[in-house]
């Protein structure tokens, strides 16, 4: 059975940093599409990067416009991990952080930017950015 699991929000003043991380475990292939999302008070869920890996290798990570500069996401494919750096986080940015596997990314891209093309996902961890 597919277990996702996010960890290290919290809460953090502007200007900060923050990383957070999404422990993968109970899918059989190593094979997948992996996404950070993110979903803020009364806004639909966002997907902020995804990237498409075979477990030894990673095809180049895809940031959304909202993402991109700020964000950086990586894996390590030892501890099936995939992480989410937040640099420079404001208030904006308060929302529940999701990570989500699914077996392939959709062609193209950017339509695994929708939450509808996963169906695993993690309970989420919450990040709040206030001063």
């Known amino acids: 059975q597919a277990n996702l699991m996010e960890s290290g929000g919290g809460s953090v003043q502007p200007g900060g940093s923050l990383k957070l991380s999404c422990s993968i475990s109970g899918l059989p292939s190593p094979a997948l599409c992996l996404g950070w999302f993110r979903q803020g008070p009364g806004k639909e869920r966002e997907g902020l990067a995804v990237?498409?890996?075979?477990?030894?290798?990673?095809?180049?990570?895809t940031y959304a416009n909202i993402a991109k500069g700020r964000f950086t996401l990586s894996e390590d494919n030892a501890k099936r991990t995939l992480y989410l750096q937040i640099h420079n986080p404001n208030p904006e940015d308060t929302a529940m952080y999701y990570c989500?596997?699914?077996?392939?990314?959709?062609?193209?891209?950017?339509?695994?930017?929708?939450?509808?093309?996963?169906?695993?996902w993690g309970r989420g961890t919450q990040v709040t950015v206030s001063s």
């Open positions: 990237l498409s890996t075979t477990g030894s290798s990673t095809v180049p990570i």
């Open positions: 989500a596997a699914e077996p392939q990314c959709a062609r193209p891209i950017i339509e695994s930017f929708s939450p509808h093309q996963y169906k695993h």
